[in-house]
Nanobody, 120 residues
Framework: QVRLVESGGGSVQAGGSLTLSCVAS????????LGWYRQTPRKGRELVAA???????DYADSVQSRFTISGDTAKKTLTLHMNSVKPDDTAVYLC??????????????WGQGTQVTVSS
């Protein structure tokens, strides 16, 4: 089992910054890649930024040049650095682990999420 715990959410004014952290525990050897998603009632769940299995990084167009991620599976952590935030960034942010299928733990694992609210 892989457990993911997020922290760092809260309220911030538009134009400000916020840092979210994700810490993985349990069968972390089964993690192929870590990433961040966000969820709202209107848009559903969408990718924010994630490391890929081949060592790259994907960013949503909406956060490109404003958000960056650091950390990796070896460190068992992934940090999301959010800059120049906008009200549209308001969402529950969830940490995601892409799992190695040979571990038999399923395809992925999700954290409980942390709320980010951006006021204008």
């Amino acid at each position: 089992q892989v457990r993911l715990v997020e922290s760092g959410g809260g309220s911030v004014q538009a134009g400000g910054s916020l840092t979210l952290s994700c810490v993985a525990s349990g069968d972390t050897i089964c993690i192929a890649a870590l990433g961040w998603y966000r969820q709202t009632p209107r848009k559903g769940r969408e990718l924010v930024a994630a490391n890929t299995r081949d060592g790259g990084t994907d960013y949503a167009d909406s956060v490109q040049s404003r958000f960056t991620i650091s950390g990796d599976t070896a460190k068992k952590t992934l940090t999301l650095h959010m800059n120049s935030v906008k009200p549209d960034d308001t969402a529950v942010y969830l940490c995601h682990a892409d799992l190695k299928t040979y571990c038999g733990l399923g395809y992925d694992s999700w954290g409980q999420g942390t709320q980010v609210t951006v006021s204008s």
